[in-house]
Structure formats: C-alpha cells, structure tokens
C-alpha cells in the first residue's frame, strides 16, 4: 500500500531561522512527487514537482530535494508570509488507471516575526 | 482567469439530508477529482472523472455520488448514507493523469 508520511507535524520558526521539511514517500514505482502549501480554508496550492532522484527546483524560499526514498522541503530565511500547512504527495506509476496520488498529513508551518 | 470554482464555501445539513457541492472549471482539463480533508489526515480521493460521462470510486466512495455530465462541471453529493459527513471538501482537476492537481477553494460542510 502506498504511504506518504511527512514530518514535523508542526514547525516554529523565528523570522529568518532557515529548516528543512520531511517527506518519506512508500510507493511501488514513483511517477512524481508534488509538494503544495496550503493556507487556513483554502484549497492546497502548487509549488513544485520532482520525477527523479537528484532532482532539486527552487522558489524564491523555498527549495525541494528528491531521493529515492524521501523529499525535503528546505526554507531559506522564512518570512511570516510563509506561515502555511505544506503538503506532499507522491504519485504511483504502477497500473492503475488514473495515476494514483497518495497525500501525506502536512506540515503546519509557523514563522514569528 | 482560469481556474477551479467550489460553492459554497460553507455548508450546513441537517442529518438524513443529501447535498450538492457545486464544481466548476475553465481550465479546459479533461480530468476532475473530489477529495476530502480531515484534520491531521491527508487528502483523500473520493471520486475522479477522466473523461464525459465517465467516472470511478476512490478510496472512499461510500455515502457519496457525483455526475459527470459537461466537461467543466463535477457535483458531488453527499448522501445521508455517508456517515461522517463533516470535513472540507476539494474539488480538483488535472489536464491529464500525469500532471499536478489544480483545486478549487474549497466548501466546508457542517453537519447540525
């Protein structure tokens, strides 16, 4: 059974105290692995996709890692503006017929000024 | 804009009522996708729709139904047969299966 599970649960962070997110990922064949913020009642909001192990995009803050067990989320000198749930999902590319896309739980991301 | 439109954003039921939430999109996709969101879990797939006419259960189908009648629309209803009905509901679509999911905002349903 696939499975994404993302850690922390919940990250504090001062104004420019960079850290990295957690995503481990149990899939039969990964076809990609997407990560999305999402703000409080609002539906999640792309940020990136990764196909390979290696793989590395940037954002302005925000940098995704991939390997072939886990992807990271590394934000470089938050602002407050940041503050999000932040999601990972990780599509199989076994045989099903709609490219099955496991969520993980979130990483609920705070940033103080 | 393009985009993906949920109404309405909040939802009250009463218990042994069916609801219609409301999916639409401009974005031209072929595919569109239902979720539901728990607190602490991740999203789960209710339904998706690859193409007109056409549709599949997910993972969790059970209490609910959906219509794919026109290429920009997807309702879901939730039937009194679901029995937690309560949770955010995201509507979503994809230009194809392998490409990232575009939500929608989102409809909060309450049941009272």
């Known amino acids: 059974e696939d499975q994404v599970t993302q850690s922390p649960e919940a990250l504090r962070l001062q104004e420019g105290e960079s850290s990295s997110l957690n995503c481990s990922y149990t899939v039969s064949g990964l076809r990609g692995l997407f990560w999305y913020r999402q703000d409080p009642g609002k539906g999640p909001e792309f940020l990136f996709t990764?196909?390979?192990a290696g793989e590395e995009k940037e954002k302005e803050r925000l940098k995704a890692t991939l390997t072939k067990k886990e992807s990271f989320l590394h934000i470089t000198a938050p602002k407050p503006e940041d503050s999000a749930t932040y999601l990972c999902?990780?599509?199989?590319?076994?045989?099903?017929?709609?490219?099955?896309?496991?969520f993980g739980q979130g990483t609920i991301l705070t940033v103080h000024p | 804009d393009g985009g993906i439109t949920q109404s309405p954003k909040y939802l009250f039921r009463k218990e042994g009522q069916n609801v219609t939430l409301s999916c639409e999109q401009n974005l031209n996709h072929d595919a569109m996708y239902w979720y539901r969101q728990d607190p602490g879990q991740g999203l789960r797939l209710i339904y998706y729709s690859q193409i007109v006419n056409d549709f599949q259960k997910g993972d969790i189908a059970e209490g609910y139904s959906v219509s794919r009648e026109k290429k920009e629309s997807f309702p879901l209803t939730v039937t009194s047969a679901q029995k937690n009905p309560t949770a955010f509901y995201l509507c979503?679509?994809?230009?194809?299966?392998?490409?990232?999911?575009?939500f929608g905002s989102g409809t909060r349903l309450t049941v009272v």
């Open positions: 999902a990780a599509e199989d590319a076994g045989g099903t017929s709609y490219g099955k896309l496991t």
């Open positions: 990764l196909y390979s």
């Open positions: 979503a679509s994809s230009i194809d299966r392998s490409q990232g999911r575009t």
